[in-house]
């Protein structure tokens, strides 16, 4: 089976054809094990795809096995791919179909192997402050949907509280889908800091929509402007929101086109 590695700000997936992959029930288990850091390819998930004329349809399956809506990093490291495989140069788009719906990307820049896209994600839904119960604890939280369901604490951000109160908040009672989890401060008007814990997955140096719902969070309730610089460990994505919606930019590169063999 072939498969192409890429990444963006180091979270990475691994692209499948679909064509070329087992039948849908089997993915989830195949997804599993192409996942493993030691024992498989390693990557945060796994997006199964069809080409379509201009651009692809496209089905993400966290890192342990469970679907996902849509990864603003991972339909950019799919546009990289198919830019790369089509010659696509600057100033061409590309549109991802999700099961968020349809997100167009256009490809800005093309520094060497990375490709920098600006993707309109959507208008975010359900953004509400909650105060939920964490192990006898009222957290004040912000919850949203950016095509998948994000929870952002704004306040301090730290390796501690990433592992604490993240990592039981993307698994609380409140959210029976579970739901991706951004720790976000406003360092400055238009720069935004985070940690992220990812649904299915737990730690990742950078994610898209997390990166979005932060975004509004701080825009909305911690003084931020509306086009912002979000800061995560694997490096640093614009987002820009409007009445028109979210945009995202940020690069994406292709590191790997392979075999698996088991």
């Known amino acids: 089976m072939r498969f ?12 499948v054809e679909s064509a070329g992959a087992p039948p849908a029930p089997e993915r989830p288990a195949l997804t599993r094990r192409l996942c ?43 546009a990289a791919w198919l830019a790369r495989d089509r010659n696509a140069g600057a100033g061409s788009s590309l549109a991802i179909g999700t099961d968020a719906g349809v997100k167009t990307l256009r490809l800005d820049a093309v520094d060497g192997a990375r490709l920098t896209f600006r ?14 119960d964490v192990d006898g604890t009222a957290v004040d939280v912000i919850t949203l949907r950016v095509g998948n369901p994000q929870c952002v604490v ?8 990433l592992r604490t109160l993240a990592s039981r ?16 401060t406003v360092d400055a008007p238009d720069r935004v800091r985070i ?17 979005c719902a932060a975004a509004v969070a701080a825009i909305e309730y911690g ?7 979000v800061i995560s460990p694997g ?28």
């Open 169 to 184: 908040l993307a698994i609380h009672p409140a959210f029976p889908e579970g739901t991706n989890v951004e720790l976000a």
């Open 235 to 262: 490096g640093t994505q614009r987002v820009e929101w409007g009445d028109d919606g979210l945009f995202l930019t940020g690069w994406a590169e292709v590191i790997c086109d392979g075999r698996w063999l088991l």
């Open 4 to 15: 192409v590695k890429a990444h963006a700000l180091a979270n990475d997936f691994l692209l």
């Open 195 to 211: 940690l992220i814990w990812e649904r299915g997955v737990g730690p990742t140096q950078a994610s898209g929509t997390g990166a």
């Open 154 to 161: 704004l306040g301090e951000v730290s390796e501690a509280r």
């Open 223 to 229: 003084g931020a402007s509306p086009d912002v610089q």
């Open 119 to 132: 993707a309109a994600m959507g208008k975010p839904e359900q953004l509400q402050q909650r105060t939920l």
């Open 36 to 78: 493993d850091r030691q024992q498989g390819i390693g990557a945060d998930g796994v997006i199964f795809f069809t080409p379509t004329a201009d651009g692809a349809e496209m089905r993400l399956l966290n890192a342990d096995g469970s679907p996902s809506e849509v990864s603003g990093n991972g339909v950019r490291c799919l």
